[in-house]
Nanobody
């Protein structure tokens, strides 16, 4: 059974850091691109970052560029989102998602419709 499980969310103050984890089970990440998305109350789900299945290609939304870093640990079958210098505007439920490609590509997407599998989400709240 394909499953993605996010963890690492919580309540932090502005300027703090969090590292979100997205653990995959039922499949290995080798041919999968991973995306991180977030959804604030009353807003649409937006793409934050993604990692191509080559393990190298990354993309970051302008709102998080320079503060967030996406990475992958193949041995743990886990993808991370390191979030630094958090702001109140980063408050949202964060989701990871996965999509399998037939080959290895230097590409990833932050469009929700491009992803096959989704986790249940983890809440991140940034507040003083």
């Amino acid at each position: 059974q394909v499953q993605l499980v996010e963890s690492g969310g919580g309540l932090v103050q502005p300027g703090d850091s969090l590292r979100l984890s997205c653990a995959a089970s039922g499949f290995t990440l080798d041919y999968y691109a991973i995306g991180w998305f977030r959804q604030a109350p009353g807003s649409e789900r937006e793409g934050v970052s993604c990692l191509g299945n080559n393990g190298v290609t990354t993309y970051y939304a302008d709102s998080v560029k320079g503060r967030f870093t996406i990475s992958r640990d193949n041995a743990k079958n886990t993808v991370y989102l390191q979030m630094n210098s958090l702001k109140p505007d980063d408050t949202a439920v964060y989701y990871c998602a996965a999509v399998r490609y037939s080959g290895i590509y230097s590409y990833c997407s932050v469009k929700t419709r491009d992803y096959m599998y989704w986790g249940q989400g983890t809440q991140v709240t940034v507040s003083s």
